[in-house]
């Protein structure tokens, strides 16, 4: 499940397809980080500025997408521009690769790995332990939320894409017969999972962010999703997906209620009382917000697109954040979701 991004304009988005060699950059920065789980040799990108050498740098955590592996360099393609362009380190685990298997798929193998990425990092490189940032859209998302929610100590904030929050729900989203969704998917979670959600339900909990999210709010690690309000037409992760993980972090009286999210995902639009009416600069007219709604710790944005995300619009985001301290919401006056600007 590819992300078309709104913030991709670089040279080495260019996908690197599975079984060919990886580009050159890429290839360099590859390591083998070792699972404290079960001991195996894990595929993972690292990279430090020279800085960080002498002084702490802050960390992100790139994440590919669903159905791809470390091979789809495309997936960290963003992230990584976005650590050189700031002097960040940066680690992008696989994180065993597809979510078409038991170890993969927001297994506890999955989570160790990121963590073990994490831990790889901090060995090796001067790295500031209160901005440590993890991103990902689609199934990078939803390892995002799932990491937020499983390990709230070790992350300052994350930025979620169009992620799954509910794999059960999303089993019976992909198995509905609909423009936008797609069996395959309801099958590598049955192969993920062991069967369908009704024959194994604590695996599909398991494996899901809105069981764990919960611990993220309580530590009030800041949260950031954004979706395109067409995900679920074009694209196969219904916009409510987004909706209910922004609930689960959000004060209850902010939440959006279930009524509301059947209408936005049957009408690909936004009731008006819940209509957007602001400003952001990293959202122009082609992009722009249809819903927002802030809470807590955790802003939800629904805009025009599909399966979509906003790199810049998510990195300013992670820049402002901090661990310890209560969400930055501060809107920059200038910005541009369309290029690879950032407004620190």
Same mark, same amino acid.
């Given at each position: 499940?590819?992300?078309?991004?709104?913030?991709?304009?670089?040279?080495?988005?260019?996908?690197?397809?599975?079984?060919?060699?990886?580009? %050159?950059?890429?290839?360099?920065?590859?390591?083998?980080?070792? +699972?404290?789980?079960?001991?195996?040799?894990?595929?993972?990108?690292?990279?430090?500025?020279?800085?960080?050498?002498?002084?702490?740098?802050?960390?992100?955590?790139?994440?590919?997408?669903?159905?791809?592996?470390?091979?789809?360099?495309?997936?960290? *393609?963003?992230?990584?521009?976005?650590?050189?362009?700031?002097?960040?380190?940066?680690?992008?685990?696989?994180?065993?690769?597809?979510? !078409?298997?038991?170890?993969?798929? *927001?297994?506890?193998?999955?989570?160790?790995?990121?963590?073990?990425?994490?831990?790889?990092?901090?060995?090796?490189?001067?790295? !500031?332990?209160?901005?440590?940032?993890?991103?990902?859209?689609?199934? /990078?998302?939803?390892?995002?939320?799932?990491?937020?929610?499983?390990? %709230?100590?070790?992350?300052?904030?994350?930025?979620?894409?169009?992620?799954?929050? !509910?794999?059960?729900?999303?089993?019976?989203?992909?198995?509905?017969?609909?423009? /936008?969704?797609?069996?395959?998917?309801?099958?590598?979670?049955?192969?993920?999972?062991?069967?369908?959600?009704?024959?194994?339900?604590?695996?599909?909990?398991?494996?899901?962010?809105?069981?764990?999210?919960?611990?993220?709010?309580?530590?009030?690690?800041?949260?950031?999703?954004?979706? *395109?309000?067409? !995900?679920?037409?074009? &694209?196969?992760?219904?916009?409510?997906?987004?909706?209910?993980?922004?609930?689960?972090?959000?004060?209850?009286?902010?939440?959006?209620?279930? +009524?509301?999210?059947?209408?936005?995902?049957?009408?690909?639009?936004?009731?008006?009382?819940?209509?957007?009416?602001?400003?952001? %600069?990293?959202?122009?007219?082609?992009?722009?917000?249809?819903?927002?709604?802030?809470?807590?710790?955790?802003?939800?944005?629904?805009?025009? /697109?599909?399966?979509? &995300?906003?790199?810049?619009?998510?990195?300013?985001?992670?820049?402002?954040?901090?661990? *310890?301290?209560?969400?930055?919401?501060?809107?920059?006056?200038?910005?541009?979701?369309?290029?690879?600007?950032?407004?620190?």
């Amino acid at each position: 499940m590819n992300i078309a991004s709104v913030a991709l304009c670089v040279s080495f988005l260019a996908s690197a397809a599975l079984g060919a060699a990886l580009p %050159p950059e890429w290839a360099a920065m590859l390591v083998k980080v070792r +699972s404290t789980l079960d001991g195996t040799e894990q595929p993972c990108y690292f990279w430090v500025p020279e800085r960080a050498k002498a002084e702490a740098v802050p960390l992100v955590v790139g994440l590919h997408t669903w159905s791809g592996d470390y091979k789809y360099v495309s997936h960290y *393609g963003p992230v990584f521009g976005y650590a050189k362009k700031l002097g960040w380190a940066f680690v992008g685990p696989d994180f065993r690769g597809a979510n !078409d298997k038991p170890v993969a798929c *927001g297994s506890d193998y999955v989570v160790q790995d990121i963590v073990d990425a994490v831990n790889y990092a901090r060995a090796r490189a001067k790295i !500031d332990s209160s901005r440590i940032y993890i991103v990902g859209g689609s199934g /990078g998302g939803h390892m995002t939320l799932l990491m937020l929610g499983r390990h %709230p100590e070790l992350f300052a904030a994350g930025a979620a894409f169009c992620p799954i929050s !509910d794999l059960a729900r999303w089993h019976a989203d992909s198995m509905e017969k609909h423009p /936008g969704r797609n069996k395959t998917y309801a099958k590598m979670l049955e192969k993920s999972c062991g069967g369908v959600p009704a024959e194994r339900p604590w695996e599909y909990a398991l494996r899901s962010p809105l069981t764990w999210i919960g611990r993220a709010r309580d530590a009030g690690v800041p949260a950031y999703i954004c979706t *395109g309000i067409h !995900d679920g037409w074009r &694209g196969s992760v219904p916009v409510g997906h987004s909706v209910r993980a922004f609930n689960a972090l959000a004060d209850k009286a902010d939440r959006i209620g279930e +009524s509301d999210i059947a209408s936005i995902e049957k009408d690909q639009a936004v009731p008006d009382s819940l209509a957007f009416a602001g400003h952001d %600069p990293f959202y122009g007219e082609s992009r722009r917000i249809h819903l927002r709604r802030t809470s807590a710790n955790v802003r939800l944005t629904v805009f025009e /697109g599909g399966h979509d &995300g906003n790199y810049a619009a998510g990195f300013d985001f992670l820049a402002r954040q901090r661990k *310890g301290r209560s969400a930055d919401w501060t809107i920059p006056v200038q910005g541009s979701g369309d290029s690879m600007s950032l407004t620190k």
